[in-house]
Nanobody, 120 residues
Framework: QVQLVESGGGLVQAGGSLRLSCAASGRFLSRYAMVWFRQAPGKEHEFVAAHAWNPAYADSVKGRFTISRDYDKNTVYLQMSSLKPEDTAIYYC????????????????WGQGTQVTVSS
């Protein structure tokens, strides 16, 4: 069983930055891939970023977002820069055993989400 708690969301102007955190608790966390998804109003969940030796990013955030992981703190971060109004969404952290995947249905464990709102 893995518990995930996101934090760091908020309201920011376009061009600004935010850093999201996802704190994980449970056993053998190093065995779990941890990723970020987001869901904009009226839209499906969208894969954002996955932490790995070669991190993966959605094309829409590539070059602006950076995912990182602190294994000692069991925390995954999403540094978001040059934010755009279209980045407005609820951001979710998710985890699964083994390798990461960009497919929502592959993830068993989810956090409650943190709202990011980017004003124009």
């Amino acid at each position: 069983q893995v518990q995930l708690v996101e934090s760091g969301g908020g309201l920011v102007q376009a061009g600004g930055s935010l850093r999201l955190s996802c704190a994980a608790s449970g056993r053998f966390l190093s065995r779990y891939a941890m990723v970020w998804f987001r869901q904009a109003p009226g839209k499906e969940h969208e894969f954002v970023a996955a932490h790995a030796w070669n991190p993966a990013y959605a094309d829409s955030v590539k070059g602006r977002f950076t995912i990182s992981r602190d294994y000692d703190k069991n925390t995954v971060y999403l540094q978001m820069s040059s934010l755009k109004p279209e980045d407005t969404a609820i951001y979710y952290c998710a985890a699964r055993q083994g390798s990461s995947s960009p497919i929502r249905e592959d993830y068993l464990y989810w956090g409650q989400g943190t709202q990011v709102t980017v004003s124009s």
